[in-house]
Each structure stands twice: as structure tokens, then as C-alpha cells.
């Protein structure tokens, strides 16, 4: 069984722009799944339609053996990790890490421990009491992977996650967010429009191109035997 199962999808906005067209994709359990294309081509509007932020205007979405049309956000278990990460700034990170454990009222010390856990995973347990301002940039992105982490979702969404670090910072936030994957063996559906991302974190790249999907390989077939 695929972890999320995309079928004949379709996405048409109020103004009558088709941004997806019958797209239909099978993610596997534990796969990495990149998304690719030209800016305008519908990655994003696919990957809110899979974490429930978009309607979808025509298809399926699935996510494990369930139908999620008509599911809220809250309702779908999957954690998106934003560009700009999304930090509370007058929290501490252990309180940004806490965030979706607190919203669902967990005790205490489930919450501790599990944050306690996550950030010993992202390296990230001497910072627990400072303010995302006073984190570099790739300790702010690990922060908002604690947050997907504590979550126990059952699959990460990244929309172009690196886009705003610099070259250096890119290339290791990179290694540490396949480590992570691979790690916690969890399904992620990974937006970019970087070549070099898709090439080293993919174990499928889809490519779409004016909302609809070209083709589904390796990142080998594609980039080393157009
Ligand atoms: P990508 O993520 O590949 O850059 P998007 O999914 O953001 O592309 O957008 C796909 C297309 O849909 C673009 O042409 C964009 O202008 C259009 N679009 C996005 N959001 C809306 C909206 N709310 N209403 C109308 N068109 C939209
Ligand atoms: P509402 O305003 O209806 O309460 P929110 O947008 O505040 O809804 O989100 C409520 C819940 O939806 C959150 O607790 C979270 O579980 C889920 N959610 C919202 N945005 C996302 C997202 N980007 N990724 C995953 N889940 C989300």
C-alpha cells in the first residue's frame, strides 16, 4: 500500500486557472518523493492540496488506506516544514519544538520527553532555551523539522525548505535533512526547483510542467540518461 496515493487530481482556482492537471502519483512508505519544475508549474498547489491547505477540485488524495478529500489539515497527520519555517519568535525553541504537542493538549511529560528526544536528534538540546533569533539559519530550519519530528506525522512536506540560505549552509542543511529522513524512515514529499537537490535527495523525482506530470524516475534516469 502506498503512503499517499494521488489520483487523477485536479486543481482548478476560482479564477478558472487550471494549475493541476489529472495528476495521478503513488508515493511509497518511507519514500523520498521530490517534486520538480518550473516556477508557476503547480508543485506547491499539489503539495497544499496533499496537507489539506487547498481543495482539490476534482480526484482523490489518500493517505495510507484513507480518503482525505474532504479532510482539514489537523485531520490528515502529515507535518509541513515551510520556507520561511514558521518560528514563534517570543518562544523558546523547546516551546517552537513543543508547538503541535501543546495544541493537542499533551500532558506534560509526554511533551518534554518527546521534544527532549527531538532535539537530541537535531543536535539541537543546548539551544532549547534560546529564541529562534538567536540561532543561525540551518539551527532555525532544524527546529522546524523538531517540529514535523514531535509529531509522529505520517509523512514530511517541504516546500523549497533551502531556498532562502546561502550556498554553504544549503549544502549541509541538505545532508542533514536526508541523515533525518533516513533515520526516521518517514514518507516526504520534498518541493524544489534545485537540480542538486533533487539529484541527492530523491529516490523518485516527479516532474510537472504547467500542472501536468511528465514523468516519475530516479534521479539517475533523468539526470544521467535524459
Ligand atoms: P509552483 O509551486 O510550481 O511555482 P504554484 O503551485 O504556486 O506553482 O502555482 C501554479 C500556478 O497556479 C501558477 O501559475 C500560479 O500563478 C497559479 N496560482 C497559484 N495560486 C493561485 C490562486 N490562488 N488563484 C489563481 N491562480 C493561482
Ligand atoms: P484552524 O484555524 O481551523 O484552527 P489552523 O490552520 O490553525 O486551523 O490549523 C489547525 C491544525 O491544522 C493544526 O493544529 C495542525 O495540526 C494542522 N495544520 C495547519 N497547517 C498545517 C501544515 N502546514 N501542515 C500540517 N498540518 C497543519
Given amino acids: 500500500m502506498a503512503a499517499i496515493t494521488i489520483k487523477n487530481v485536479n486543481k482548478t482556482y476560482a479564477d478558472g486557472f487550471k494549475a493541476v492537471k489529472d495528476v495521478s502519483l503513488d508515493i511509497a512508505d518511507g519514500e523520498f518523493m521530490i517534486l520538480v519544475g518550473p516556477s508557476g508549474c503547480g508543485k506547491s498547489t499539489l503539495l497544499r492540496m496533499i496537507v489539506g491547505l487547498e481543495d482539490i477540485t476534482s480526484g482523490d488524495m489518500i493517505i495510507g488506506d484513507k480518503r482525505v478529500n474532504e479532510k482539514a489539515p489537523r485531520d490528515r497527520n502529515l507535518a509541513m516544514v515551510f520556507q520561511n519555517y514558521a518560528l514563534y519568535p517570543h518562544l523558546s525553541v523547546f516551546e517552537n519544538i513543543a508547538f503541535p504537542l501543546r495544541l493537542r493538549k ?19 538540546t543546548e539551544h532549547l532555551d534560546r529564541k529562534p533569533s538567536q540561532l543561525s539559519g540551518g539551527q532555525r530550519q532544524r527546529v522546524a523539522m523538531g517540529r514535523a519530528i514531535v509529531r509522529e506525522a505520517d509523512a ?30 518517514t514518507t516526504t514529499v520534498y518541493v524544489t526547483h534545485d537540480q542538486t537537490e533533487a539529484m541527492t535527495l530523491g529516490d523518485r523525482v516527479a516532474v510537472l510542467r504547467r500542472g501536468v506530470l511528465q514523468q516519475v524516475a530516479s534521479p539517475r534516469e533523468l539526470y544521467e540518461h535524459p
Fill in 106 to 124: 499533551a500532558p506534560d511529560a509526554e511533551v518534554k520527553e518527546r521534544v527532549t528526544n527531538a532535539a537530541k536528534l537535531l543536535e539541537l
Fill in 156 to 185: 514530511f512536506l517541504f516546500d523549497e525548505p533551502l531556498s532562502n540560505l546561502d550556498a554553504k549552509l544549503r549544502g549541509q542543511m541538505r545532508t542533514e535533512i536526508l541523515r533525518m529522513q533516513r533515520r526516521l524512515g
